[in-house]
């Protein structure tokens, strides 16, 4: 059996590591003696220990990003409200660079700034997006600076302003859509303009042709007053689509104006009502004027009151059957006058009724629908009647009917005795009737 046998440290040696250990200690009493000594000593690290209690607090309790990179752009310290924020635990930062979540496109402005050296408190602001746990990013704003000592440090704090940055987008989309929408009001006041002059042209030709034909005057067989009549009625209906276009252009601008007046209102719906008498019989549709109330007098303007009623009287008679019936009723509650004007006609789907107020809507958007129309009216009786101060709706029935209702309040306005005794309430102005129900086509 083989034997193995220490030998024996050379003395030599054994007295120099015993003399280097004493050199070492000696340093060490002389560092601590040249630093104040061990009470110093301790109550320096004491204070460290405080700072770094006091950093943790700091990290614990910030609702802002903070963090501590080293000189290679990789996490040294973060606060916990990287988990709230971006979803990221401690332990997985700690194990990443901030290269590693940013947004690919915020890269190169990230590096140029962390490349910038900011000594002191100055701070060097940037604002980019970081990656959350999820793969979504938020905009996050940093204010951060570099530390000197014995390695590079870079701290910074971060502040979420992903809400802010999708209000600016949301205001800067609502500014393209208020810009591109004003082009499309001048667009549209151009062009009605326009389209105004020829129009009112071709009207006053058909009636020297209307004065100086004969009701049973034929060319080739065919009677000219027929289509005389015809290029009349349809010139109407573009002059009632260019005049709405007008004046819902006017009132987009702010251009519009009403004249209030006081005036009786219960003469004023009942005077627009009769004027529409004939047109109603052309379709044996039974017309009612109903009231509550004999007189009611407050401040509205006439001339925006028959442009409501003339409206809702021409839906009335367009969707309403041959024998049906048509009733303009008013009331007066507590504050306000409600006039309602009904039909048992087709009715409006459930799903559509909310949106008949808005422009350019239509209950019936097929190609074979039953009566014309541009959409606008009822949004342009929405306009008026809030100009009075009013409010308008609509119930409907699907096979059952439609009944709109606005009120105007009751209210009245100072004005001078001379000028009441010259204004003349509309009780029938022909013209008018004849265009607002030019898309009325059996008439």
């Known amino acids: 059996m083989r034997q193995i046998t220490q030998k024996p440290k050379n003395p030599i040696i054994a007295i120099s590591q015993e003399h280097k250990q004493q050199d070492q200690f000696s340093q060490m009493v002389a560092w601590v003696e040249a630093h104040g000594g061990i009470e110093k000593i301790e109550s320096e690290l004491e204070k460290w220990e405080k700072r770094e209690e006091e950093l943790e607090t700091l ?8 963090a501590i990179f080293n000189n290679m752009g990789r996490f040294i310290k973060v606060s916990d409200s990287w988990k709230t924020i971006l979803g990221w635990t401690e332990e997985e930062l700690l194990n990443m660079s901030w290269r590693d979540i940013i947004h690919p496109d915020d890269m190169e402005i990230s590096y140029q700034a962390s490349r910038q050296r900011v000594d002191g408190p100055r701070c060097k602001k940037v604002v980019n997006r970081y990656r959350c ?26 502040r979420d302003i992903t809400y802010e940055k999708e209000i600016e987008e949301k205001e800067r989309l609502l500014q393209e859509a208020l810009q591109l929408e004003q082009l499309k009001s001048e667009f549209f006041a151009n062009i009605s303009h326009e389209l105004r002059t020829p129009i009112t042209i071709i009207k006053a030709a058909t009636q020297l042709f209307n004065q100086s034909l004969d009701e049973d005057k034929m060319v080739e067989g065919v009677y000219l007053k027929k289509y005389v009549d015809s290029i009349k009625q349809n010139s109407n209906r573009l002059l009632r689509l260019v005049n709405n276009l007008i004046d819902m252009t006017k009132i987009d601008a702010g251009y519009y104006e009403i004249h209030l007046e006081n005036h009786n209102i ?33 401040a509205c303007d006439p001339d925006k009151v028959e442009r409501i009623m003339l409206n809702l009287l021409s839906n009335a008679i367009k969707y309403s059957p041959e024998f049906g019936q048509i009733q303009v009723y008013i009331e007066q509650l507590d504050h306000e006058i409600r006039i309602a004007v009904s039909d048992n006609g087709v009715g409006i789907p459930e799903n559509r009724l909310q949106y008949i107020f808005n422009r ?11 009566c014309e129309g541009s959409g606008i009216g009822l949004s342009l009786v929405k306009s008026l009647v809030e100009m009075h101060g009013g409010h308008v709706w609509a119930q409907s029935q ?40 030019s898309d009325i086509y059996h008439l």
Not at 59 to 66: A, E, P, R, T, V
Not at 133 to 158: D, Q, T
Not at 269 to 294: C, H, R
Not at 410 to 420: G, L, R, S
Request: net charge negative; with cysteine.
């Open 59 to 66: 990290l614990f309790l910030s609702i802002d990003l903070i």
């Open 398 to 437: 699907l096979n059952g009917g439609t009944t709109v209702t606005f009120s105007l309040p009751i209210k009245q306005v100072t004005q001078d005795i001379d000028k009441m005794q010259s204004s003349k309430i509309i009780t029938s102005n022909i013209e008018r009737c004849v265009i607002e129900f």
């Open 133 to 158: 746990k999820e793969g979504n990013y938020r905009w996050i704003e940093w204010n951060g600076c570099h530390i000197e000592k014995e390695e590079a440090l870079f701290v910074c704090s971060g």
């Open 266 to 298: 219960v003469s004023v719906v009942e005077d627009i009502t009769m004027s529409v008498v004939e047109y109603v019989e052309g379709k044996a549709i039974e017309l009612i004027f109903d009231t509550e109330i004999e007189e009611a007098v407050i």
């Open 360 to 370: 350019f809507t239509q209950v019936d958007n097929t190609l074979t629908r039953k």
